[in-house]
């Protein structure tokens, strides 16, 4: 059974930092593709990063480009996002994804962001 588990949410200042982790097991995170998405109060879901096997890629979206960092530990099958120069518009639940958008999908139960301004 595929498990995703996110830590590492809370409420932080504008400015502030955060780094998020998802615990991963029931699969093969090493050749697993991985993200991150999102999901303010009443929006749809949003996109932040994606990270492929053995990080040869990166991939954020425009609005946390230079700001977030997602990596990955493959020893330990857990995912990470680091999250700088947080803004009031992050406020999130923000969600570990594997094989997004990919009829294998699945994702955690999510971690609560809140950034006051």
């Known amino acids: 059974e595929v498990q995703l588990v996110e830590s590492g949410g809370g409420l932080v200042q504008s400015g502030g930092s955060l780094r998020l982790s998802c615990a991963a097991s029931g699969f093969t995170f090493t050749k697993s593709r991985m993200s991150w998405v999102r999901q303010a109060p009443g929006q749809t879901h949003e996109w932040v990063s994606t990270?492929?096997?053995?990080?040869?890629?990166?991939y954020y979206a425009d609005s946390v480009k230079g700001r977030f960092t997602t990596s990955r530990d493959d020893a330990q099958n857990t995912l990470y996002l680091q999250l700088n120069s947080l803004r009031a518009e992050d406020t999130a639940v923000y969600y570990c994804?594997?094989?997004?958008?990919?009829?294998?999908?699945?994702r955690g139960q999510g971690t609560q962001v809140t950034v006051s301004s």
């Open positions: 990270i492929t096997p053995g990080s040869v890629r990166t």
């Open positions: 994804v594997k094989d997004y958008l990919l009829s294998s999908e699945a």
